[in-house]
């Protein structure tokens, strides 16, 4: 099974359904940054996640790293446990639990 991103009914928000592992993720980044473009903050609602792994957290990361570099606001929203203890161990917890705002250029 694939992982899934669905546009919410506001303007830039987001869910990701279904599993967000290494064999799950492929296609995903492209998909999503397509769907994000339009928007200049995002909120990804992350509550329908039924598994993850490091892939996924690498994954929910480039979005940052993508919403950085394009001048975007990526805020993500119920973030299941499994993630933050992976995030947590990997020390990157603080960029999904308060999102990531574009701070200009340095």
């Known amino acids: 099974m694939r992982a899934t991103i669905v546009e919410g009914d ?23 940054t397509k769907l994000f473009e339009p928007h200049s903050r995002i909120v990804v609602d992350l509550s329908s996640i039924t598994d993850s792994d490091s892939a ?7 979005w940052v790293t993508w919403a950085n570099h394009s001048v975007r606001e990526m805020i993500y929203e119920n973030t299941p446990e499994k993630l933050l203890n992976i ?14 705002r574009w701070k200009g250029f340095m």
Do not use: K
């Open 10 to 32: 506001e303007e830039g928000t987001f869910s990701i359904e279904g599993p967000l592992t290494f064999d799950s993720v492929g296609g995903l980044l492209d998909r999503a």
């Open 56 to 62: 996924g957290l690498a994954l929910l990361i480039e």
């Open 87 to 100: 995030a947590a161990i990997s020390e990157v917890e603080g960029l999904l639990e308060a999102g990531e």
